[in-house]
């Protein structure tokens, strides 16, 4: 039974010492994924270990070993990048529109209200980065992974509007599925109004700078995100509109290795550069400083 158990997982016996008289094995990665508490590990993909989830939590969601960047979550990034009890959130009297009366809409929509303890897939105000004042929205992917309805895209808007009204820098940090499709045609006017807002803070010479998290996709990249004066990118992130699948199909060729990803467009010069988590705020603040 024990040599059956070990030839199905493909381990090794390492050795067995008469003072122990036990085995050491070493099992396949499929089978290691599935063998420890989730509770207080994470199999991490990038380094293809098990890591203790406390280390990377204290490690602002990086693997320590392989500085895989993990899922922050849009309040833990807002304190991440505005400086302690600076920021000042913008308050909205907007409502969810369903014009499409899409199914069961309204419940979801609801149900992330809850689930998140957040109105919207979007965070929204002012704050300072080491004592320079600026407007900064974050896209929350536990929103209906961030996408952007009509009510994003005001929030998104009215934020540009008023960095342009006060003459300050703006930075939005990008994590979406892309336009929200239960909207129609009113998630896809989104991409059109905020890249027009953005034209005033051109009009006035401001600083406009987007950092790309993972994912960064659809309608989102396709307008604002990639409008970005300066272009910043976690490392590792998906950044693209159609879905790779749906590319090939469409051309008829073989995607290059890596396509979509952070590295890739800054190989080809899609963005400026790629910053670890833990150095944002200060390249943020170098930027700022510079302007």
């Not at 961030?146 to 009510?151: E, K, L, P």
Request: aromatic share 8%.
């Amino acid at each position: 039974m024990i040599k059956k158990f070990l030839s199905s997982n493909e381990s090794s016996i390492k050795k067995i010492t008469k003072d122990n008289k036990y085995v050491t094995v070493t099992l396949n990665n499929k089978f290691k994924e599935n063998s420890v508490d989730d509770r207080f590990w994470i199999y991490c993909k990038g380094c293809k270990d098990h890591v203790f989830k406390k280390d990377i939590e204290e490690n602002l969601n990086v693997c320590p070993k392989c500085n895989t960047h993990y899922k922050l979550k849009a309040r833990d990034r807002v304190d991440l990048l505005i400086d302690k009890d600076s920021f000042k959130e913008f308050e909205f009297d907007l409502s969810i529109q369903d014009p499409l009366k899409f199914p069961d809409y309204i419940e979801k929509i609801n149900s992330y209200k809850e689930k998140t303890k957040e109105e919207e897939g979007i965070i929204c105000g002012v704050g300072t980065v080491n004592s320079i004042n600026t407007v900064l929205c974050v896209m929350n992917p536990d929103f209906m992974m961030g996408s952007m309805g009509s009510v994003v895209g005001d929030k998104i808007t009215y934020s540009i509007e008023y960095a342009a009204d006060n003459n300050l820098p703006i930075i939005i940090c990008t994590a979406s599925g892309g336009a929200r499709m239960q909207e129609g045609m009113i998630s896809l006017m989104q991409m059109a109004k905020t890249s027009q807002a953005l034209s005033k803070l051109d009009d006035k010479h401001l600083p406009y700078i987007t950092i790309l998290t993972d994912p960064t996709t659809g309608g989102v990249t396709a307008s604002f995100a990639m409008l970005g004066d300066i272009i910043l990118s976690e490392p590792n992130t998906l950044i693209g509109f159609a879905g790779p699948r749906v590319i090939e199909q469409t051309i008829n060729q073989k995607l290059p290795e890596g396509f979509q990803t952070a590295e890739f467009l800054l190989e080809h010069g899609f963005i400026d550069i790629i910053v670890n988590r833990e150095n944002m705020k200060d390249m943020i603040f170098n930027i700022l400083s510079l302007h």
